[in-house]
């Protein structure tokens, strides 16, 4: 069975990064040892939301496993707190990493061209050095143009898509995908591009009008499990977008059609389903 470590954190109530990433990977067969980085009591959408961070408890944990002898296939990280974290996630991806480690970073710092209510420009400009070591980093397009320095453009042509992977892949990511890229009226979905090969490769299917939140990290937790499995790179982006689309779906034929996150439980059936294609 392949091993994942994801390291985010756990917003008790809201679902969201670990309460998301947890379930969806063991769903798809795959071990997963999780490294919270702060407890909050819901994420930071709700008003008042309380924090805890648990920067001090990552080093000793890491260090426990590694005197244990622990590996991983692959490491995948989410929405990390502050600045002196990227560098301690760093050292932790440095330890952990071999020549097969895949290491995938979600940079989670915004969206809708505006950053989460905890960061700034400083934080997502250090999220870069992240990007800058990772085999796979799936930003949005907001946390994209933070990252590269690009500007953030809510209509656009495959050029600016292009330009923006271009920017990521000369930050370092081996191969950026770009998430939530509509090249059609009425489609959506990722591109990405293999910087090694220089080669582009997209999915897109129907948009679905209405966004949620959350949805970025369950693409990301589907996209992440399904390169860990070995699917090729067009398989894995379909299967994160058709299962991030049929949750949103399924979702929106709840009447009290919750705004914190989506229904993803109730897809996740489908889900182990489509891993079997
Ligand atoms: O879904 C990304 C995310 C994760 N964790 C926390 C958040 C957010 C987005 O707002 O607030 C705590």
Request: hydrophobic share 40%; aromatic share 10%; proline share 4%.
């Amino acid at each position: 069975m392949k091993r994942i470590l994801t390291i985010q954190d756990i917003s008790c109530f809201g679902k969201c990064s670990l309460t998301v990433a947890l379930p969806i990977l063991s769903s798809m067969g795959i071990e997963t040892a999780i490294l919270p980085t702060a407890v909050l009591s819901t994420h930071t959408l709700f008003k008042g939301f309380t924090c805890k961070d648990l920067s001090d408890q990552l080093k000793p944990i890491t260090d426990h496993w590694k005197n244990e002898g622990i590996t991983f296939d692959a490491i995948y990280t989410g929405y990390l707190g502050t600045e002196e974290e990227i560098d301690t996630v760093i050292n932790i991806i440095d330890m952990f990493r071999d020549k097969d480690t895949l290491v995938f970073v979600d940079p989670a710092m915004g969206d809708n061209g505006k950053l989460y209510a905890a960061f700034n420009e400083h934080y997502a400009k250090k999220n870069a050095d992240l990007c800058a070591i990772a085999d796979i980093a799936d930003p949005n397009i907001t946390e994209a143009a933070y990252l590269t320095g690009l500007p953030y453009k809510e209509e656009y042509t495959e050029d600016y898509v292009k330009e923006l992977l271009f920017a990521l892949a000369d930050i370092g990511t081996k191969t950026p995908i770009l998430t939530g890229v509509s090249l059609a009226e009425g489609k959506t979905g990722a591109m990405g591009y293999d910087a090694g090969k220089n080669e582009f490769f997209i999915y897109q299917n129907d948009r679905i009008p209405k966004s949620y939140h959350g949805t970025g990290d369950i693409f990301s937790s589907v996209l992440a499990g399904a390169f860990v499995l070995g699917k090729d790179r067009t398989s894995a982006l379909k299967l994160a977008a058709d299962y991030t689309a049929n949750t949103i779906a399924e979702t929106l034929k709840d009447p009290k059609d919750p705004w914190y996150g989506v229904n993803f439980e109730a897809t996740i059936p489908q889900l182990v389903e489509a891993i079997k294609k």
